[in-house]
């Protein structure tokens, strides 16, 4: 037999450890990986490291806005060739994002050709597209020259990239971030750089200021495609307090051509002839224009809308769908909050403010706390563009110190350039030069000689030791750095001033009135049809209240070997209850049925009717009516009819059937009724009050009459002051009335006695 060798241990690299531990260690190693530089922003500059790298690789092929725009391919290559090791379609998604100016707020790269639109259409291949950077992004870049950030070795170590970008633009809050890291994720909307820069200036000149003082500044996001918020002012507020929350996103109804004000508010243009149409200008962000029209379309198709007629795209730059009521009667406003109900024309957007701080750690902030760590980042780069700044004053009067001794001693200095060996040596004796100075002196051109030259090193020795001594108070006063931030957010507030296009406010924050209640209902067009059903089950509607003659059925022609069974007068918007004798109940909307031009179709395509039970009743739901249920076995209940109503196509159960008990009566319970009467198959008849028996929603019931021999046969309700009456035979609609019941009046579940003379052989009251 043979035998397996255990592996040796002498393999080079080869370690023994548990399975368990060596996953989750390289798990865990994936898992932060994938936080700190792939899903989760910066708080400082808002950016993953892949669009960071795409900008830098743009700044570095000098794509700037007033360049000439290269081939986006071309960036793309020297992405994933030097910063980013990564699939070209990943690199070039990010980067199509960043162009699109219909999802970042600001964007940041300027795309040339194809880059998709906002019906959800995919951008061209980078191969036909074209890129330059924008001005916002050159903000964003602004001072990666100046000191002001480390730079970090590439993947590879051959090339350097910056590990934050150090411009004032507030990048994370003006445009926004998602991203699905493991365990942790990150949601934050775009908002207006204006009323960022206000609440930065609260945090900034006071560390105490309370979260509604930044509220009263900060109003909440603002969506690159406009639209609505419609929360209230205290959702939103405790949102941004705890970092967690989220918003109900609305497209906008605007009729630019409307006659009136309020109509153009409204999104409604008047037609001749009494009509009108509606008309949304705006959607919300990151809802596909095209997928939209068509879940539009797609409900008015399945008739879940049957109050609109007709949906239009007309669109060209601008948003503009157009909507047909299907008459002038139709409420705008119940069609509005149709479509919130039954489109993405309201979504929601979630927020979570999980981002990357100074150290790399992933955390939830809220509003306050994200910017006092944004307003610490920016004073930090500005001490270390200062200090920056000091260190190449510091070289250059070094050397300007150096040039104005050579000019104090010109004619010296020609001597020891002209006859000694080495000059250089001697100057710096000389003249106690530093290498430097006496390099850089040996370096001037003969035309900087001139007294010219003199003066022009004089005057900017003074004015880099006015800059120095200006820098230095800067970098040791706190209150001026705070004072230079200031400035410079004032600056950048200006440029994107709420009265420029860039800056102006296009998300609208308006608390929604109180929820419009409907129902589908509401959508129906009220017609009165007469429902008819047939005893093998076939439905359908005809137009009008039709005579239904003596027999209670209409003149309607059936399927052969068919016959009537049941036939009402209603309305469209009326619900039918059907009760199959299984004591299941089920509804029909009698909007839905086929036209009675034709025999109609199974009622069993509709509703999920057991093969073996028999419809036993067909009636018109009326809001809180009483009916009296009873089973063969002489046993009920009453129920009411809003509680018989069944959401589904398998119906409701309501009665609860033993052996082979069927559902027998289900009759209407008139408001002035008080007493029960009962029939038996053994023809013996009991009369009890109606109070004995309870209103349930669903079970087997009470005890109606006691029998040896057979069951129930029918059972009715009655005043018992006006007597029992029951159907009499023969043509007409003759009924006889018996006043005198005293002696069939008894408890409920008594055996009875037989029934008045001349009382129906079929035992039945009608």
């Not at 609505?228 to 949102?239: M, P």
């Not at 039709?546 to 007068?569: I, M, N, P, R, W």
């Not at 309501?654 to 053994?682: F, Q, S, T, W």
């Amino acid at each position: 037999m043979a035998t397996v060798e255990e592996p040796s241990d002498s393999g080079a690299g080869i370690t023994r450890e548990p399975f368990e531990s060596a996953l989750s260690e390289r798990y865990l190693v994936y898992a932060l990986s994938t936080i700190t530089a792939r899903s989760l922003p910066d708080l400082r500059d808002g950016l993953k490291p892949v669009h960071r790298r795409l900008l830098w690789t743009m700044r570095q092929l000098r794509l700037s806005p007033d360049s000439t725009f290269k081939k986006s391919a071309r960036v793309v290559g020297d992405v994933i060739g030097k910063y980013h090791p990564h699939g070209d379609v990943a690199v070039y998604d990010a980067m199509v994002r960043l162009a699109q100016p219909f999802t970042l707020r600001y964007p940041l790269v300027e795309g040339q050709g194809n880059f998709g639109n906002i019906d959800g259409d995919n951008a061209a291949a980078y191969r036909y597209t074209e890129c330059r950077l924008t001005k916002t992004a050159m903000t964003l870049m602004e001072g990666l020259d100046e000191g002001t950030v480390d730079f970090i070795p590439t993947y590879n170590g051959e090339e350097q990239e910056p590990e934050i970008f150090p411009g004032i633009f507030p990048n994370l809050l003006a445009n926004g971030a998602s991203g699905i890291a493991v365990g942790m994720a990150t949601s934050i909307p775009s908002h207006n750089v204006a009323e960022i820069v206000d609440a930065a200036e609260l945090v900034l000149f006071n560390k105490d200021v309370t979260h509604q003082e930044l509220m009263g500044v900060f109003k909440g996001p603002d969506f690159a495609t406009g639209g609505l918020i419609v929360d209230s002012q205290e959702a939103i507020s405790h949102a941004y307090e705890t970092g967690r929350g989220s918003f109900r996103v609305r497209g906008r109804f605007y009729a630019e051509e409307a006659q009136s004000q309020e109509d153009r508010d409204a999104g409604i243009e008047r037609q001749k002839g009494g009509g009108y149409q509606l008309v949304i200008s705006e959607i919300p962000y990151q809802v596909p224009k095209g997928k939209l029209i068509e879940q539009i379309a797609q409900a008015i198709g399945d008739k879940k809308l049957p109050i609109l007629e007709d949906v239009r795209d007309e669109s060209d730059e601008n948003i503009r769908i157009v909507l047909i009521p299907k008459s002038r009667n139709v409420d705008p406003e119940l069609l509005k909050e149709s479509l919130y109900k039954l489109t993405d024309l309201e979504t929601r957007f979630g927020l979570n403010l999980n981002v990357l701080d100074a150290t790399r750690t992933p955390m939830v902030m809220g509003l306050k706390e994200l910017l006092t760590n944004w307003i610490v980042a920016q004073i930090d780069i500005l001490q270390r563009r200062t200090q920056h700044r000091l260190d190449r004053i510091a070289a250059r009067l070094e050397l300007v110190e150096g040039y104005i001794i050579a000019f104090l001693n010109l004619d010296r200095v020609i001597e020891i350039i002209r006859y000694e060996d080495d000059p250089k040596a001697v100057m710096m004796a000389e003249f106690s030069l530093t290498d430097r100075q006496a390099e850089a002196i040996l370096n001037m051109r003969l035309r900087s000689l001139r007294k010219l030259e003199e003066m022009q090193l004089r005057q900017e020795k003074d004015d880099l030791l006015k800059e120095q001594d200006e820098l230095n108070k800067l970098l040791e006063s706190p209150a001026r750095q705070r004072t230079r931030l200031k400035r410079d957010l004032a600056a950048l507030r200006k440029e994107y001033a709420e009265d420029t296009a860039l800056g102006a406010r296009r998300t609208r924050i308006e608390e929604a009135a109180p929820t419009v209640e409907f129902s589908m209902d509401a959508m129906i067009e009220k017609e009165p049809v007469t429902v008819i059903l047939s005893k093998k089950g076939w439905v359908r509607a005809a137009k009008g209240h039709v005579e239904l003659g003596e027999d209670g059925c209409g003149d309607f022609k059936y399927k052969e070997g068919d016959e009537a069974a049941f036939a009402v007068h209603c309305q469209t918007t009326d619900k039918l209850l059907l009760a199959g004798d299984d004591g299941r109940f089920f509804t029909l909307g009698a909007d839905k049925l086929p036209s009675a031009r034709g025999f109609g179709e199974p009622v069993r395509n509709t509703l999920d009717i057991e093969a073996s039970a028999n419809i036993v009743a067909m009636m018109v739901h009326q809001k809180d009516k009483q009916l009296l249920l009873a089973s063969t076995i002489g046993k009920g209940f009453v129920a009411v009819t809003d509680e018989l109503l069944a959401e589904t196509r398998k119906g409701r159960q309501v009665v609860n059937l033993k052996g082979d008990a069927k559902l027998a009566v289900v009759r209407a319970i008139a408001p002035e009724h008080d007493h029960v009467a009962v029939v038996g198959e053994n023809r013996k008849l009991v009369v009890f009050a109606l109070d004995e028996m309870p209103v349930m929603a669903r079970g087997q019931g009470v005890t109606l009459q006691r029998y040896r021999d057979g069951g129930l046969s029918d059972a009715t309700t009655l005043k018992l002051e006006d007597g029992l009456s029951w159907t009499m035979g023969g043509k007409g609609d003759r009924t006889r009335t018996e006043s005198e019941i005293a002696m069939w009046k008894v408890a409920r579940g008594a055996a009875g006695r037989m029934p008045p003379t001349g009382f129906p052989k079929d035992n039945r009251f009608s």
